[in-house]
């Protein structure tokens, strides 16, 4: 049972563009939801994250927007740019009950320069 | 300051052999995790560890196991490989537990 599930798999965004990477969860038991950056090569890097009780986090050109009633949330990358392409993972976890990280499939950006 | 390293970078076993995978957490880091990612796919939790007790353990065979030591590093072993393992081992490290972590690079495991 995939508990994050993560779209799309691959996005490409002309420079300067909006790029929105979407998640859903399934269990309310879920407390953080961070996002991460992966480069070829490289372990990931935490982006951004936001708790649930807060709708949305700006951190310079990343937002997070969250949903709890839909049990969505959302990377928005505003003025994309070249060296923003990479791999973009959602994830979750119950900070309360264990430290572990449950990752979406992951979703390849690319931008054009 | 050094960030989470990890040895080897790159390794090739033959099915049915054993690995041990070496993770050197931040300086002051006491938990540490690891991660097996497959090409394509997100990373999956394996096992945590904080101040030397495991305090979770993910959806993986008895072959694998780990352990933390009294400097905070830890190893991941895994014995009777099979061609699934290979994959992107990630150890990750945390001041505490239940807070922010930082992964290594991974070391990229081959089963042939």
């Known amino acids: 049972q995939q508990q994050v599930k993560q779209s799309p798999q691959s996005l490409i965004v002309q420079k300067g563009g909006i790029s929105i990477i979407n998640c859903a969860y399934e269990?309310?038991?879920?407390?953080?939801f961070p996002w991460y950056q992966q480069f070829p090569g490289k372990g990931p890097a935490l982006l951004i994250a936001?708790?649930?009780?807060?709708s949305e986090k700006k951190e310079g050109r990343f937002t997070i927007s969250f949903n709890k009633s839909a049990k969505q949330f959302s990377l928005h990358i505003m003025d994309s740019q070249p060296g923003d392409s990479a791999t973009y993972f959602c994830?979750?976890?119950?900070?309360?009950?264990?430290?572990?990280?449950?990752f979406g499939k992951g979703t390849r950006l690319h931008i054009l320069p | 300051d050094a960030g989470v390293t990890q040895s080897p970078t790159h390794l090739i076993k033959t099915r049915g052999q054993h690995v041990t995978l070496r993770c050197s957490p931040i300086?002051?880091?006491?938990?540490v995790s690891w991660y097996q990612q497959v090409l394509g796919q997100g990373p999956q939790f394996i096992f945590q560890?904080?101040?030397?007790?495991?305090?979770g353990r993910g959806n993986f065979p008895d072959r694998f196991s780990a352990r933390q030591f009294p400097n905070y590093s830890s190893e991941l072993n895994v014995n009777a490989l099979l061609l699934g393992d290979s994959a992107l081992y990630l150890c990750?490290?945390?001041?505490?537990?239940?807070?922010?972590?930082?992964f290594g690079s991974g070391t990229r495991l081959t089963v042939v």
């Open positions: 990750a490290s945390s001041a505490q537990f239940n807070y922010g972590y930082t």
């Open positions: 269990n309310t038991a879920f407390d953080y």
């Open positions: 936001i708790r649930p009780d807060v």
């Open positions: 994830a979750a976890s119950n900070r309360i009950r264990d430290d572990k990280i449950i």
């Open positions: 300086s002051g880091h006491k938990s």
């Open positions: 560890y904080y101040e030397k007790e495991e305090r």
